[in-house]
Each structure stands twice: as structure tokens, then as C-alpha cells.
């Protein structure tokens, strides 16, 4: 298939132009999913490789006989340099996918100079804060047991993540990694695919925006029902403003909101 071929039932153009969003990729819905498993599977892959390395070289253990034992008393020096591997890759291999079979990483990406910055930024802020409160507001007051069980999941994973001290490469996987690999996979890679088809720019945001809620899985619903919402609200930002920088901004906010909420909820229990 050729990068402009139409794969069955979708009809892809060559290009999506859609308000300020304008992107061209040279791949179609199916394959591009395909490479974003691909992705998955090798940053898991690569990020085990470079963690037994790092293990190695920085404790000169025997990976074979003492890393059962290692691992038990590095559980959050193993965790954090597990979580900086991950992101970094994802991050690099989702750009290497894009430049594959003649793609400009900038356009199947959306990386472009925001328009309008100032007042899309502002309505973002807007956007993003008013439904933050509701978000918080309603899950505290009508989905009690939900927000206990996520805050409770968020909790172990920063405590590990806190007792390391590689703690700072835990929150900067997070903060900064996290958003940038999802938002490159999702609302990059995979948006530019799907909205270059008949469904169009909302119909490949609603399937994108689902499937980086499914990501989370483990989530309550209330809480992947945010999610999901998250993501359609970022859409309507990247539809906007043309750039996947503003929709990664917004996403490395939002967590380190989270982050620093949890941190200093574990600070407070601590003393």
C-alpha cells in the first residue's frame, strides 16, 4: 500500500485541514495503530535492556543470581529509572515513526507554532480550570468510594517513586515524560491518521480520546470518563491553535498539579 492509499472503509486524503489544524501523514488509521503496538512493545523491551544495564554498571551486581534480592531493596531506584527509560523512548520512537516513508516529523505530529497563543492559552486556562474543579468537586461529593480508590493507586506509586533517590527522574517521567510520549502517540501520531479518513477531525478525536483513556485502565469510570473528557477538551485546543505544543503544555499542568497534590498529601500523612 502506498502512503496515499485508502485502506477499506476509510478513504483517507493525502492531508487534514481542519480549522488551524493542518497535518499530512503518510499513514492510514490501521497502520498507524499498528505502529503505535509496535512502539509499545520495544519501549517495554529497550526500557528492561537499559534498566539491566544501568543495574549492572551502577551497583556491579550479577544481574542473574542478585537481581531478585536487588530488586526488593531498590524497588523505587529501579521503578523511577524504569518510568525516565519509558517516556524518553516513546518520545523518540513515535518521532522516528513519523519520519518513516517520506513523513515530516512536524506535520504528522502538529508540532508547529501555536496561533493566537495569548488568547488560547487563556481559554485553555479556562477550559481546563472549570472543568478540573468539576471534575474534583463532583467525584469528591457523588463518587466518594471512586476518588478514594484512584487517589489510593496514585499514592503507592508515588511513595515508591518518593523513597528513591532517583525520585527526581520518577517525577520528571511523569511531569514532563509522560505528556509528551502520550501526547506525541495520541493527539499526534494517531489524530493525523484517523482525521485525514471520512470520519473526520471529531470522529478520529472521540476514538483517540477513547483510546488514551482505555491507557489508563485501572482507573475508576468516573475517572477514565475524565479522562476521556480531558482529551476531547484538548482536542478542541489542538483543533484551534494548530500545535501539539499546546496540547502538551496543558497535559504537563494537569499532571504536575496531580503530582504535587499527592506529593504533599504523602508529606503530610508522613509527619
Known amino acids: 500500500m502506498s502512503s496515499n492509499d485508502a485502506e477499506p472503509g476509510f478513504y483517507p486524503k493525502a492531508a487534514t485541514h481542519s ?3 493542518n497535518t499530512s501523514t503518510p499513514w492510514g488509521p490501521f497502520g498507524a495503530i499498528g505502529i503505535c503496538v509496535a512502539v509499545l512493545i ?3 523491551i529497550l526500557a528492561i535492556i537499559i534498566l539491566a544495564g544501568w543495574i549492572v554498571s ?3 551486581i550479577d544481574i542473574i543470581g542478585e537481581v531478585e534480592q536487588f530488586l526488593g531493596e531498590e524497588t523505587g531506584d529501579v521503578v523511577n529509572m ?7 523512548l516513546g518520545v523518540l520512537l513515535i518521532m522516528l515513526a513519523a519520519g518513516l516513508r517520506g513523513g515530516s516529523i512536524s506535520r504528522v505530529l502538529a508540532l508547529t507554532r501555536p496561533k493566537n497563543f495569548i488568547r488560547e492559552a487563556i481559554i485553555a486556562i479556562i477550559l481546563i480550570g472549570v472543568f478540573g474543579l468539576i471534575y474534583e468537586y463532583g467525584q469528591r461529593h457523588f463518587f466518594p468510594s471512586s476518588a478514594a480508590a484512584d487517589m489510593q493507586g496514585m499514592i503507592k506509586i508515588l511513595t515508591i517513586v518518593m523513597q528513591s533517590d532517583l525520585w527526581w527522574l520518577g517525577l520528571l517521567a511523569m511531569v514532563i515524560g509522560a505528556p509528551l510520549s ?3 502517540m495520541f493527539r499526534g501520531f494517531l489524530l493525523s491518521a484517523f482525521s485525514k479518513t471520512r470520519i473526520g477531525y ?3 478525536a472521540i476514538i483517540v480520546s477513547a483510546m488514551w483513556a482505555l491507557l489508563h485502565a485501572g482507573y475508576s469510570i468516573v475517572a477514565l470518563s475524565a479522562i476521556f473528557t480531558l482529551g476531547m477538551i484538548m482536542a478542541l485546543v489542538l483543533k484551534r491553535t494548530g500545535s501539539l505544543w499546546m496540547t502538551i503544555a496543558i497535559h504537563i499542568v494537569w499532571n504536575s498539579i496531580a503530582a504535587y497534590g499527592i506529593v504533599h498529601l504523602i508529606g503530610t500523612r508522613a509527619v
Open 19 to 21: 480549522g488551524s489544524y
Open 42 to 44: 520495544f519501549q517495554v
Open 58 to 60: 551502577a551497583y556491579g
Open 82 to 88: 524504569f518510568f525516565i527509560s519509558f517516556e524518553v
Open 182 to 184: 502520550e501526547e506525541m
Open 202 to 204: 471529531w470522529g478520529a
